[in-house]
């Protein structure tokens, strides 16, 4: 079956512009989390959505934003985008109850 | 707070010999637990996951790790490398709204 889609898979982006990353799980999964990926901070949970809704929120700025869609794939959106967003984010998808994540491949994403 | 940390921020082993990745967890109740793999420029792969049962769990890839509660460790393990183990590896628990990382090991693999 297909794994966890996320595009595009790079971004170069200028500092105060905006970006917005997709993320289509595996069939089925109605559980997608998001993380941020960096060198020195490592593995920040972003957010999770279940069934269209916000179910936990990490300690990110308001900047960063998220939905989901009817068909489970979800988008995250990030604004005034600043250097130090500048990181992989990394989609993971679940079923309810199976806490084994599949990630996607990820987004490289690049201020500058 | 939950969190997870991995003592070891590099390894290097040699192709062919035993590995042992040490993960060391704080949790108040019974943890769930998961070992990941990354390869470079790639998302995470989950190799094994522990939530009770059998204190030894077995995963892809010929990997196992054991959970002790008593050492509050569940450290990875495999009998013989491949040089295609190289990678980061990331052990995690499941905090009560996310998935708490350690911070990695990096495995270099000399032939």
């Known amino acids: 079956k297909a794994g966890v889609t996320q595009t595009p898979r790079y971004l170069i982006k200028t500092r105060g512009q905006q970006v917005t990353l997709s993320c289509s799980p595996i069939s089925g999964h109605r559980s997608v989390s998001w993380y941020q990926q960096t060198p020195g901070q490592g593995l920040q949970f972003l957010f999770e959505y279940f069934s269209e809704t916000q179910r936990n929120k990490g300690n990110f700025p308001g900047r960063f934003s998220g939905r989901q869609f009817s068909n489970s794939r979800s988008e995250m959106n990030v604004s005034t985008l600043e250097l130090g967003d500048s990181a992989l984010y990394l989609c993971?998808?679940?079923?309810?109850?199976?806490?084994?994540?599949?990630f996607g491949s990820g987004t490289r994403l690049t201020v500058v | 707070a939950q969190s997870v940390t991995q003592p070891d921020i590099h390894i290097t082993v040699s192709e062919g010999a035993s590995l042992e990745l040490r993960c060391n967890y704080s949790y108040g109740a019974t943890p769930y637990l998961f070992w990941y793999v990354q390869s470079p420029g790639q998302g995470l792969q989950l190799l094994l996951k522990y939530f009770s049962g059998d204190t030894l769990v077995q995963g892809i890839k010929g990997f196992e790790a054991e959970f002790k509660r008593s050492q509050s460790s569940f450290n990875l393990r495999k009998p013989s490398v491949h040089w295609s183990d190289a990678a980061e590896y990331f052990c995690?628990?499941?905090?009560?709204?996310?998935?708490?990382f350690g911070a990695g090991t990096r495995l270099t693999v000399k032939p």
């Open positions: 995690a628990v499941l905090g009560w709204n996310d998935m708490r």
């Open positions: 993971a998808s679940s079923l309810e109850g199976d806490y084994g994540y599949t």
